[in-house]
T-cell receptor
Framework: QQQVKQSPQSLIVQKGGIPIINCAYE??????FPWYQQFPGKGPALLIAIRPDVSEKKEGRFTISFNKSAKQFSLHIMDSQPGDSATYFC?????????FGQGTELSVKP | GAVVSQHPSWVICKSGTSVKIECRSL??????MFWYRQFPKQSLMLMATSNEGSKATYEQGVEKDKFLINHASLTLSTLTVTSAHPEDSSFYIC?????????FGPGTRLTVT
């Protein structure tokens, strides 16, 4: 019930492409769904987050789509750039306690 | 935005010794702090949750006598790895939460030789 499943494990796109990363959760008590970006040797940085009463949220080039009935959410990165190459983690939270997905290593080729 | 610092950023210690890692919230009061561990190429795994002034709550499988957590003030939590062994080598990351969502520190790389 505490698991968050993330896919794909790795992703390669060309510059300008739209990588999509998917996550699924089980526990309906989760009330906050953030996405983090992590570069090697650094802590995770919050990209964008959504609450379950909203189906979509957009901030800059990042969009979260949220499907409450399916217990799934996804991250879309518009007009991806080589600087977006990093590991992305979805997470689900209740009370600030975060359960992370397995991570997706994204590579954006020039 | 809110800033969380960790000290040291990296540490090397000998097997059998203890290491203390500090996590500070610099511009807000953190009523709750979380400690995560991340092995190379893996996800972040929650180790424990601590509330200021009370005992930490450890996740299943985490040895509370080995990973001592103290949250003595609203801006400081410490994680002490006691009798460290090479298998404890990892990236330790804290997050701090006040009234809103948690903010992460930059992490501490621990290498036990």
């Amino acid at each position: 019930q505490q698991q968050v499943k993330q896919s794909p494990q790795s992703l390669i796109v060309q510059k300008g492409g739209i990588p999509i990363i998917n996550c699924a959760y089980e526990n309906t008590a989760f009330d906050y769904f953030p996405w983090y970006q992590q570069f090697p040797g650094k802590g995770p940085a919050l990209l964008i987050a959504i609450r379950p009463d909203v189906s979509e949220k957009k901030e800059g080039r990042f969009t979260i789509s949220f499907n409450k009935s399916a217990k799934q959410f996804s991250l879309h990165i518009m007009d991806s750039q080589p600087g977006d190459s990093a590991t992305y983690f979805c997470a689900a939270s209740k009370g600030g306690k975060l359960i992370f997905g397995q991570g997706t290593e994204l590579s954006v080729k020039p | 935005g809110a800033v969380v610092s960790q000290h040291p950023s990296w540490v090397i210690c000998k097997s059998g010794t203890s290491v203390k890692i500090e996590c500070r919230s610099l511009d807000f009061q953190a009523t709750t702090m979380f400690w995560y561990r991340q092995f190379p190429k893996q996800s972040l795994m929650l180790m424990a949750t601590s509330n200021e002034g009370s005992k930490a709550t450890y996740e299943q499988g985490v040895e509370k006598d080995k990973f001592l957590i103290n949250h003595a003030s609203l801006t400081l939590s410490t994680l002490t790895v006691t009798s460290a062994h090479p298998e404890d080598s990892s990236f330790y990351i804290c997050s701090a939460r006040g009234t809103g969502e948690p903010y992460f520190g930059p992490g501490t790389r621990l290498t036990v030789t």
